[in-house]
């Protein structure tokens, strides 16, 4: 058997969330997690000042079927083929900058949850991004990255590593990994935020990132 590749070109959707003037102050890039589907992520983001804030929500190529109630939901990435998947969606990403055309003297928040805290991370390395925040909820940091992947980051980038005390998915031991490996990576531009509850997002946290 062989396996062959092709490169074609393909279309793909976004999601916005208020209006790009002159008054917004912020523009956060958001990455949903496994299951989601981008314009239903925006509404953890509804109760932000609309004028200040602009939301742009990225949609993960892969959409699948959830059991049992057959809803859309979707994927970024799996085991198979990560490097070409990646650079796919760096392309993607790439294309929505550049419909969006976005003012590079506005605040930058990088906001990614759950498995689309990878997609956030290896985004914001690729592209040398400088974002104002780059926030990592509930989701795991590559295993790839290494000490000094960040090191370009500016000394007022602000990173929140976010995570639910009862978190199905993250247990003790993989809690205490992902914090120091965040510890390693970020140094003092991190900062840790536990809260009470499982695998969701924390929405009072949105509202309260500064």
């Known amino acids: 058997m062989t396996e062959k590749e092709i490169t074609y070109t393909t279309s793909n959707s976004y999601s916005t969330l208020n209006q790009l003037t002159i008054d917004t102050k912020n523009i956060w890039l958001v990455f949903h997690g496994m299951g989601y589907l981008s314009k239903y992520f925006l509404k953890y983001f509804k ?31 799996t085991r198979d083929n990560t490097e070409v998947g990646m650079q796919n969606i760096m392309n993607y990403i790439d294309a929505v900058f550049e419909a969006e055309n976005i003012p590079e003297d506005r605040n930058l928040f990088v906001f990614g949850y759950s498995q689309g805290v990878s997609i956030a991370t290896r985004y914001v390395i690729k592209r040398q991004l400088q974002p104002s925040h780059l926030v990592l909820h509930s989701g795991g940091i590559p295993k790839e990255f290494k000490q000094n992947d960040f090191a370009f980051l500016n000394s007022e980038c602000k990173v929140k590593l976010i995570y639910g005390k009862q978190d199905e998915y993250l247990d003790k031991a993989r809690i205490e990994i992902e914090i120091r490996r965040a510890a390693e990576l970020f140094e003092k531009r991190l900062e840790v935020l536990p809260f009470d509850g499982k695998h969701v997002v924390n929405v009072d946290y949105i509202n309260d990132l500064k």
């Open 47 to 77: 109760n932000l000042n609309p004028i200040d804030n602009y939301i742009i929500a990225p949609q993960a190529p892969s959409k699948y079927y959830i059991q049992p109630k057959m809803h859309v939901g979707a994927n970024w990435l």
